[in-house]
């Protein structure tokens, strides 16, 4: 799972990379409720690394997605400085091999209708459309539990097939 590109590596996730994952996750909340799920196995949270400092992350749930029985590609971000350098994508790759090594068909995510950019980045790496789904999002309170706020958006579900991979 882990790996290189360039001077950049790819690895799990650490309790000390939280105070470094607040922009990549929008917030230290949602970054700490990933860390939590990733703790419980639930999913599994990659970082991409160059320097030191972490450029890079992204989620993979392994249930409860929204395109079952596929594992749910989620949360991806590299950040601004860094990106074109093929740091998401290889987040991506790195994230369809832990998939595969437990056995998943697919991946699958699905990103905003209105997200041009994001479609056109992940059909580069092999995704094609799906269906267009009413995506259900919930904020959770790290130190709680809490759902502290909820929400739908309009996006399309993108699938791209493991064989081969892993
Ligand atoms: C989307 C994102 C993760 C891409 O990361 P990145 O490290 O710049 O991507 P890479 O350099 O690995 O690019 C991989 C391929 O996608 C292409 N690509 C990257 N960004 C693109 C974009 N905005 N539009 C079209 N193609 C794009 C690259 O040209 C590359 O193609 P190539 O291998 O043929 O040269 C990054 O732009 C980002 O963090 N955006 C903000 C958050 C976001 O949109 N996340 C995804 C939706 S949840």
Redesign the pocket.
């Known amino acids: 799972m882990p790996g290189t590109v360039g001077r950049v590596t790819i690895r799990a996730v650490l309790d000390t990379d939280l105070d470094c994952l607040g922009e990549l996750a929008g917030s230290r909340d949602r970054a700490e409720v990933r860390l939590q799920a990733a703790r419980r196995d639930e999913e599994v949270m990659l970082v991409a690394v160059a320097a030191d400092r972490v450029v890079?992350a992204v989620s993979v749930r392994w249930r409860d997605g929204c395109d079952p029985p596929h594992p749910w590609l989620?949360?991806?971000?590299?950040?601004?400085s860094?990106?074109?350098?093929?740091?998401?994508?290889?987040?991506?790759e790195a994230g369809e091999a832990a998939g595969a090594a437990r056995g998943a068909d697919a991946m699958s995510?699905d990103?905003?209708v209105d997200?041009?950019?994001?479609a056109?980045?992940?059909a580069?790496?092999g995704y094609v459309v799906v269906r267009p789904h009413r995506h259900r999002w919930r904020a959770i309170d790290p130190a709680t539990g809490e759902v502290t706020g909820e929400g739908t958006a309009s996006t399309w579900i993108m699938r791209r097939r493991l064989r081969g991979i892993g």
Not at 74 to 80: I, S, T
Not at 115 to 118: F, H, L, T, V
């Open positions: 890079g989620y949360g991806l971000a590299v950040v601004a860094a990106r074109r350098r093929g740091i998401g994508r290889a987040l991506v995510l990103v905003d997200d041009e950019a994001a056109a980045f992940y580069r790496l």
